[in-house]
């Protein structure tokens, strides 16, 4: 079956630490790949996609390779800021019969301290 | 624009009562969904619609029930509410569907407890 694996948060870090966010995934055929962000109070918002193979999403200073020899879609940032502290949610699109939704990992909470 | 917006934000419910939980969006999106986040797991959709008048099932769309009668307005029924379906609910809007990848925005949420 379809399915996204994250690491478990919440995951601690100093203000200008590189980030890394492990994201697996399951699928059959070529799914589209996502990150969402859920800022304190707020509701998801879209961070970054790769729609193929080896495409690189981008956005705010993260980046995603869509890996599909590893299945994996890790999310990085070199140098984070307290503004970045949030839940982040990996995300694949997947058909379900005949019609696609997205399955989604349970979320990482990024702590980043000053 | 406003976006996606939610009401109400927090509810409290008796087990057996029933409640609507609203959502409208002002983009002219076509695709509108309606997900729920348990502690712990990732969103689980509910249900789903295509267009005004359509509507289908998602993964877990027992003990719900929806209507889209304008492009703006998926309003989520509840009816006879259980403990289990406690959770943290997000309405969700695309222009297009997953095919495209395209993106999804979201509501604010409403967080319901069913006691």
């Known amino acids: 079956g379809n399915s996204v694996t994250q690491m478990e948060g919440p995951v601690t870090l100093s203000e200008e630490a590189f980030l890394t966010i492990n994201c697996t995934y399951t699928?059959?055929?070529?799914?589209?790949l996502f990150w969402y962000v859920q800022y304190p109070g707020e509701g998801l918002q879209l961070l970054l996609k790769?729609?193929?193979a080896d495409d690189k999403g981008s956005n705010k200073g993260f980046e995603a390779t869509y890996r599909k020899e590893t299945t994996s879609f890790h999310l990085e940032k070199g140098s984070v800021q307290v503004s970045d502290s949030a839940v982040y949610f990996c995300a694949l699109s997947a058909n379900m019969d005949s019609n696609y939704q997205l399955i989604w990992g349970a979320g990482t909470k990024l702590i980043i301290k000053p | 624009n406003a976006g996606v917006t939610q009401t109400p934000k927090f509810r409290i419910l008796k087990i057996g009562q029933s409640m609507t939980l609203q959502c409208t969006q002002d983009m002219n999106h076509n695709y509108m969904y309606w997900y729920r986040q348990d502690p712990g797991m990732g969103l689980k959709l509910i249900y789903y619609s295509v267009g005004a008048g359509i509507t289908d099932k998602g993964e877990v769309p027992n003990g719900y029930n929806v209507s889209r009668s304008t492009t703006e307005d998926f309003p989520l029924r509840l009816e006879l509410a259980a403990p289990s379906q406690t959770s943290v609910y997000f309405c969700a809007s695309s222009y297009g569907g997953l095919p495209g990848g395209n993106e999804q925005f979201f509501g604010p949420g409403t967080r319901l407890t069913v006691l």
């Open positions: 790769a729609t193929k």
């Open positions: 699928a059959t055929g070529y799914p589209s």
